[in-house]
């Protein structure tokens, strides 16, 4: 059974970086069949799209938060990571990392991390 | 960018009832419509693919149907276990999600 988990700080200063990985079990993040994405939600708020990798390091970014992310994907450990630059507190949320397939939505989810922007 | 919009907001349903919820795309986009049901603390699930495909293992209460700009997602008869949040999800360009609908006991 595929299993994702992310891990990282729960808790970071504005402006600086927040990093996460991702580590996928059960499964290789090498298979030409999936992307692997980042989600976030606010709390009490919605699901937003951050942005999406393939095993090869081809990235797709959500316009709106491009100029800050950075994703990237070490085969060797099964695992993929998020960098988010020059955080404020509108980034404090749960970030959920996830899997799809080339025409299918995100079938796999982790249980999400909560990462906390504060000084 | 395209922009979902879902309605309602929230709805308050009793168990047995028949409950619909509707999605809009601000273009269109196809068949390439998800929904998920998220329940408090947890992650979304994957309920509906490609706008009216039950994902395995999902009950057949749920369905979905639409293409376009148009869907929604149909629960036939609400149970216990459906109250939840329900959220779109376009997939034909990157990759946006609805507001969500908060499915609430009435």
């Known amino acids: 059974q595929l299993q994702l988990q992310e891990s990282g700080p729960g808790l970071v200063k504005p402006s600086e970086t927040l990093s996460l990985t991702c580590t996928v079990s059960?499964?290789?993040?090498?298979?030409?069949?999936?992307?692997w994405g980042w989600i976030r939600q606010p709390p009490g708020k919605g699901l937003e799209w951050i942005g999406s990798?393939?095993?090869?390091?081809?990235?797709y970014y959500n316009p709106s938060l491009k100029s800050r992310v950075t994703i990237s994907v070490d085969t060797s450990k099964n695992q993929f990571s998020l960098k988010l630059s020059s955080v404020t507190a509108a980034d404090t949320a749960v970030y959920y990392c996830?899997?799809?397939?080339?025409?299918?939505?995100?079938?796999?989810w982790g249980q999400g991390t909560l990462v906390t922007v504060s000084s | 960018d395209i922009q979902m919009t879902q309605s309602p907001s929230t709805l308050s349903a009793s168990v047995g009832d028949r409950v619909t919820i509707t999605c809009r795309a601000s273009?269109?986009?196809?068949?390439?419509l998800a929904w998920y049901q998220q329940k408090p603390g947890k992650a979304p699930k994957l309920l509906i693919y490609?706008?009216?495909s039950l994902e395995s293992g999902v009950p057949s209460r749920f369905s979905g149907s639409g293409s376009g700009t148009e869907f929604t997602l149909t629960i036939s008869s609400l149970q216990p276990d459906d109250f939840a949040t329900y959220y779109c999800?376009?997939?034909?360009?990157?990759?946006?999600f609805g507001q969500g609908t908060k499915v609430e006991i009435k």
């Open positions: 996830a899997r799809r397939g080339l025409d299918y939505p995100f079938d796999y």
């Open positions: 059960g499964g290789s993040i090498s298979s030409s069949s999936y992307y």
């Open positions: 990798i393939f095993y090869s390091g081809s990235t």
């Open positions: 273009q269109t986009i196809s068949a390439w």
């Open positions: 490609k706008a009216s």
């Open positions: 999800q376009q997939y034909n360009s990157y990759w946006a």
